[in-house]
Each structure stands twice: as structure tokens, then as C-alpha cells.
């Protein structure tokens, strides 16, 4: 019998590959704010390495952190992330896979205020900008429309300066230590992103840089770039040690890359000694357009300029591009020209392709309905929409779960200085680095230099704690602000802006100072804290609504496993008891908590919901609710019960989370 080609071994870049299947990197958003690994990020990986790929390439890992695509990207910008990445490394190739990771910098469109670009766009595209732009928006719901064409255009805005000679010189030698970093974390090669419409394609792309950039010019002067990161990259890590490219093949878009400067720079690549080519096509300036997206529905489509690629360059090939069905890629590999099969969205899908591509069984085939790339654009975990709907909840979850345990606490007298650090941070987390800001408030007048004294003792004693208990120094703060009327508008644009998702009021017994905060932080978790050195009964009020879930993981992230504590989970009824009985068991799994975890049904009393909750809260140490995100207008209008509890629980600590 005839070897199954699909799965037949191939050396690639000196290393083994079990067979001709490679996951090809999808950008998940799973990463932590400050670009670290997730515990949802590893299981990411671990599947596709389980799913029997013979390569697995982890996605879009920013080499610099002005590099970033989005808030929740990966970084290999510091030595730090090294231990990390190295775990990942190690997921995967316990599984059997290679472990290659895909380096990137994501030029105009990175996550900051100054991008970096090869040259300034002028309004030559702008008509076709706003016409891939249109023809997308219309895929999502009418009100998200406008959120999205504004933080495309806030985005554009900035898309006015070029990069100088000392920023070239930075990002290349970012890709450079980028590099070293990932042989030191045991990564079995790495991959540069050459396509997507990021700055390696930027700089190679006559539609992005154009004059009066530094850098353009003829298809020698625009490669450079390209080349002199190949070569910072092959000088920082060992002899031999694989470095592949992603080469986009097709932009699209006018005066982009068409496929002859794609071959021309891949020859000038293979010469260089490249371990593969990972074949792309397409940028978010003509993915959306309707004319590709006719093209780029056709199975297999990328395998014309694959094939002609081959003709130019002995280097293995990967490709992708809708191989949907082993058929397609039992066939695409017979045909010759292509070395591997990449497999992006079909093992997101389905991760069990493979197995079922071994046993002839038929494959749940990705229907491309962009559920998954558009849940990426709004800043969401990767999902599908073929998933089961407690998967894509229980993404959901995690991916807020991460935002929301960042925490900053604001002191705003001597008294809250007084509280001890394992009473305001709960519990300090053993495997997830997550950041912690001491915001000290220091009040006008004589008062001010007595409480800046009182607040300096105090954060020495606090960072004190915090090596004891073996946290990492770069993710504690402190910083002073003056108390004036501004000082609640600050504190929380600033924490917002930097990624915290826990704001902690220590003086919680400042009732106003509670209610303006917590009207305020309105996405994440609001902690009115009344300091008790014996507060172990804590009573949780949970609506059954998707708070709920991130409640429950907030309690237990909080809570639970310290001795003494004790649990009261209630709900006041507003329907039928049965339903609420089914939706907390659904919840239960999903947020980590045993199947038999008691819940209390209550009925209203005629005062309503927050006066019930009030009366349930007597004699309880903590009170946790959830809020389900009414505008501010509609909590006006019905009343807050978040607020009602602040202002009638006097004695006790009240953690809102929404």
C-alpha cells in the first residue's frame, strides 16, 4: 500500500517533522495584558499539538512592546518572558510537535500612540482603505459599526510620521534579541511575519512605503529592511538553528506586493539560507474586500502561487489557504510543488482532523463565517462559532478573568494605611503574574507632608510583603497623587489605560468617595474595603446572568483554599426556580466550581432586590454582587443595586463585579 503522503515524515530547517501537517499561527488575544502566557494560552497550544500537528507555530509574538497588535499580544521583548515561552515551548514538544514561534512587529498597526511606519500614507488609498473598510463593517451588528469605524479612523490618524534612521535601527535590532530569546526559551525555530500587512510587508510594499519616505524607492531599496532582519536574526542565534518566513504572495491592494516581488524577495531569501517559506496573501486593507474574498473562498487557492514559487526556490513550502478537507490536502501534496499542508482555522474547528484524516472519518469543516477574526478585531478570545456554547463562554471568561485580577489600590487616609497587605489583596496568585498599583492620595495643605510620610512607611512595608511572598518587583508600583476634584477622573482613566482591572478603595467607609468609583469603573471588579482581620463569611449574590461567571471565578481566585472561610451563594428569584436551578449548574463547571456547589434560592421582598440582598448581608463579613452593565442612564432611571448595597452595608467589605 501506497504511504499516506498527509502523513509521511519531512526535514525541515535540520529538524523532524512527524508528518506534512503544520498549525499555522492564529492570532487568539488569549496572552496577558503585560504579554505574558496564560493558562488558556497553554491549553491553546497543548490542543494543537495534541491534534497530531508534525509543526505547531505559536502566533504573532511581538518583539517589541511599541510592536504589539493588540493589548492582549504576546511579547518576547524581555528577558522575563523567557521562562514563560519556555513552558509553551515545552507543551508543545511534549506532544510530539516542533515548536516554532512566529516573531513579529506590527508597524501602523500596532497598539500605541506613536506607530512606526516606513513611510507617511497620504489619501493616494484612502478610497480603497474606506471601501475594504465598508465592505467589512457590514458583517457586524449595526451598533458595532460605528465603535469600529472610529478606532479605525482614530488609527489612521496616526499614520502620519515615518520612522527615523535611529527607530529602523531599534526594530531591527528588536527582531535580533527577539531571536535570542526565543532559542534560549527552546523554541525548535522561529518564524518571521513577513505578510498580514505588518512591517516586514510594510517596508517591502510599494503601497506603504512610498515617498517621501526614507526608505522607498526601487524593490532593492524597499527590501532592505527585510534583509537586514533576516541577518540580525541568523547572527543572534546559533548555527543552523531554523528560521522560516512568512511570505505574502499577494497584497492586493494598488501598487501592493504582487507575486513577482514576492519571488524576487524570496529568492534573495533562500540564498540567506531560510528553513521555509509559510505562503500568505491578502492584508487588512483587501482581506475584506468582496472581490478577494470570492477568490479566497475557493479551496486551496493559494496553490497556483505556491506552485510557482517552487519553480523559483528549493526551500520547503507550506501552504495553507483553505485546505478544508483531507481530500484537498491529500491531493495537494500528490500534485508536488508544496512540502507541508498549513492548517489554521480547520483545526480550530476541528481538532481532530488528523485522527479523523487517519481513520476516514468526515472532518466539522470551518464554514469561513469570520466569527473568529471578528472576534479578534473586537478584542475578544478566539473562538468559533462551530464550538459548543459553553466553550466560547468559558473563553469568554478567562479572557476577562486576566484584566479584571490586575489591581490598584487607592488610599486615601491614615487610617487605610493602617490595613495590612494580606487583608487588601486577598490572595496573592502562585502562577499568574498580575500586576498590583499602590495609589496614594495625598491631601492639600499641612495635612499632605504627614500623610506623604505615613503612605512612604507604609509602601516599604508593603513591598516588603511582596518579596516575601516571591512576586516579581517590576509588577508592583507605587505613585502619589494630589486629592483634588479631579482625583477620581484620573485615577480611573489611568488604570483603564494601563491595563488594570481591579480598583480597591481601601477607606472603604468613605461611602461617597465609594459610590462616584464605582459608578465610574463600570467593566471589571470594584472592591469597597472595610478592613476586618477576622472577615471570613462572605455572602455572594449572583443574578444567573454572564457576571455571574466572572464572579464566581473572581471568588474563587479570591477565596477560596484559604482556611476558615465560609461560602453563602444566594439568588433572588425573578422567574422560575427550576430555570434558575438549571442555569447555576450549567455555570458551574465552566467557572471551576464542583457540580454540587449549594445556591440559595430567595424570593423578593416587597421592598425589592437590593433591600432583600441588604437584609441576607447582615452579620456577613464580605458581599460580593455582580452588576450586568446597565447604562448609566437605565441604572438612574431603575435604580442601582450595587449602589443600594454600598450605601446600606456599613460594616462589611462589597466587592461589585460587572
Known amino acids: 500500500m501506497a504511504q499516506d503522503l498527509l502523513f509521511a515524515p519531512l526535514e525541515i530547517g535540520g529538524c523532524r517533522s512527524k508528518n506534512r501537517v503544520a498549525a499555522l499561527p492564529l492570532f487568539t488575544g488569549y496572552a496577558r495584558p503585560d504579554g505574558g502566557v496564560t493558562p488558556l494560552l497553554r491549553e491553546h497550544y497543548w490542543r494543537l499539538a495534541t491534534s497530531g500537528a508534525g509543526l505547531v507555530v505559536v502566533a504573532n509574538v511581538a518583539v517589541a512592546k511599541d510592536g504589539r497588535s493588540s493589548p492582549r499580544t504576546l511579547r518576547i521583548d524581555d528577558d522575563r518572558f523567557i521562562p514563560e515561552l519556555a513552558g509553551l515551548a515545552a507543551t508543545i514538544k511534549h506532544r510530539g510537535a516542533l515548536a516554532c514561534i512566529q516573531l513579529n512587529h506590527a508597524g501602523r498597526f500596532a497598539w500605541t500612540e506613536r506607530p512606526l511606519l516606513p513611510a507617511p500614507l497620504d489619501a493616494a488609498h484612502l478610497d480603497h482603505d474606506v471601501a475594504a473598510l465598508k465592505s467589512f463593517m457590514h458583517t457586524f451588528p449595526f451598533g458595532e459599526r460605528f465603535r469600529l469605524t472610529a478606532r479605525f479612523m482614530q488609527m489612521r490618524s496616526?499614520?502620519?510620521?515615518?520612522?527615523?534612521?535611529?527607530?529602523?535601527?531599534?526594530?531591527?535590532?528588536?527582531?535580533?534579541?527577539?531571536?535570542?530569546?526565543?532559542?534560549?526559551?527552546?523554541?525548535?525555530?522561529?518564524?518571521?511575519?513577513?505578510?498580514?500587512?505588518?512591517?516586514?510587508?510594510?517596508?517591502?510594499?510599494a503601497s506603504t512605503n512610498r515617498p517621501p519616505g526614507l526608505w522607498a524607492g526601487d524593490f532593492d531599496t524597499r527590501a532592505a529592511f527585510v534583509r537586514d532582519v533576516v541577518s540580525a536574526v541568523k547572527d543572534a542565534v546559533a548555527d543552523g538553528f531554523p528560521v522560516g518566513y512568512r511570505l505574502l504572495?499577494?497584497?492586493?491592494?494598488?501598487?501592493?506586493?504582487?507575486?513577482?516581488?514576492?519571488?524576487?524577495?524570496?529568492?534573495?531569501?533562500?540564498?540567506?539560507?531560510?528553513?521555509?517559506?509559510?505562503?500568505?496573501?491578502?492584508?487588512?486593507?483587501?482581506?475584506?474586500?468582496?472581490?478577494?474574498?470570492?477568490?479566497?473562498?475557493?479551496?486551496?487557492?493559494?496553490l497556483v502561487n505556491t506552485r510557482t514559487l517552487r519553480q523559483e526556490v528549493a526551500t520547503p513550502l507550506i501552504m495553507g489557504g483553505r485546505v478544508s478537507r483531507p481530500s484537498i490536502a491529500r491531493r495537494v501534496l500528490a500534485e508536488g510543488g508544496v512540502d507541508m499542508v498549513g492548517l489554521g482555522r480547520p483545526l480550530l474547528t476541528d481538532?481532530?482532523?488528523?485522527?479523523?484524516?487517519?481513520?476516514?472519518?468526515?472532518?466539522?469543516?470551518?464554514?469561513?463565517?469570520?466569527?473568529?477574526l471578528k472576534r479578534v478585531i473586537q478584542e475578544k478570545?478566539?473562538?468559533?462559532?462551530?464550538?459548543?456554547?459553553?466553550?466560547?463562554?468559558?473563553?469568554?471568561?478567562?479572557?476577562?478573568?486576566?484584566?479584571?485580577?490586575?489591581?490598584?489600590?487607592?488610599?486615601?487616609?491614615?487610617?487605610?494605611?493602617?490595613?495590612?497587605?494580606?487583608?487588601?489583596?486577598l490572595k496573592l496568585p502562585e502562577k499568574e503574574a498580575l500586576k498590583v498599583r499602590l495609589v496614594y492620595a495625598v491631601p492639600q495643605g499641612q495635612a499632605g507632608e504627614a500623610f506623604r510620610d505615613a503612605a512612604k512607611t507604609h509602601w516599604r512595608r508593603f513591598r516588603e510583603y511582596w518579596q516575601i511572598a516571591g512576586q516579581r518587583d517590576d509588577l508592583l508600583a507605587c505613585v502619589f497623587k494630589t486629592a483634588d476634584s479631579q482625583l477620581n477622573d484620573r485615577l480611573v482613566a489611568e488604570a483603564r489605560k494601563d491595563g488594570f482591572g481591579m480598583l480597591v478603595l481601601v477607606d472603604g467607609h468613605n461611602v461617597r468617595r465609594s459610590e462616584v468609583l464605582a459608578s465610574k469603573w463600570r467593566e471589571g471588579v470594584f472592591i469597597s474595603h472595610r478592613p476586618n482581620a477576622h472577615a471570613k463569611k462572605v455572602l455572594a449574590a449572583v443574578d444567573l446572568s454572564p457576571a455571574t461567571h466572572v464572579l464566581l471565578r473572581f471568588v474563587a481566585f479570591g477565596f477560596r483554599g484559604r482556611p476558615g472561610y465560609r461560602f453563602r451563594f444566594v439568588h433572588v428569584l425573578d422567574g422560575a426556580a427550576p430555570a434558575a436551578r438549571r442555569r447555576w449548574e450549567k455555570m458551574l463547571p465552566i467557572s471551576g466550581w464542583d457540580a454540587d456547589t449549594p445556591l440559595e434560592l430567595i424570593s423578593p421582598k416587597p421592598d425589592g432586590i437590593a433591600q432583600t440582598l441588604l437584609e441576607e448581608a447582615a452579620g456577613q463579613d464580605i458581599v460580593i454582587v455582580g452588576r450586568r452593565g446597565m447604562s448609566r442612564i437605565k441604572s438612574l432611571l431603575l435604580g442601582s443595586v450595587s449602589r443600594r448595597i454600598l450605601r446600606g452595608v456599613s460594616d462589611a467589605t462589597v466587592v461589585i463585579v460587572s
Open 158 to 205: 496616526k499614520w502620519h510620521l515615518s520612522m527615523t534612521q535611529v527607530d529602523r535601527e531599534r526594530a531591527v535590532n528588536d527582531f535580533g534579541q527577539a531571536a535570542r530569546r526565543a532559542m534560549a526559551a527552546g523554541f525548535d525555530m522561529l518564524e518571521l511575519h513577513g505578510a498580514t500587512g505588518y512591517l516586514l510587508a510594510q517596508f517591502l510594499s
Open 249 to 302: 504572495v499577494q497584497e492586493w491592494v494598488p501598487d501592493g506586493i504582487d507575486l513577482e516581488q514576492a519571488l524576487a524577495l524570496a529568492r534573495v531569501l533562500d540564498k540567506m539560507g531560510v528553513a521555509y517559506f509559510s505562503v500568505s496573501a491578502g492584508t487588512y486593507n483587501s482581506m475584506f474586500n468582496p472581490a478577494v474574498l470570492k477568490l479566497t473562498r475557493r479551496p486551496a487557492y493559494l
Open 351 to 372: 481538532p481532530g482532523w488528523l485522527e479523523k484524516a487517519r481513520t476516514g472519518k468526515r472532518v466539522t469543516v470551518c464554514v469561513d463565517c469570520m466569527h473568529c
Open 381 to 425: 478570545g478566539l473562538a468559533c462559532a462551530r464550538w459548543p456554547e459553553i466553550e466560547i463562554e468559558r473563553v469568554d471568561l478567562e479572557c476577562a478573568l486576566h484584566v479584571r485580577m490586575n489591581t490598584c489600590l487607592l488610599f486615601t487616609s491614615r487610617e487605610s494605611l493602617a490595613t495590612e497587605p494580606e487583608t487588601v489583596l
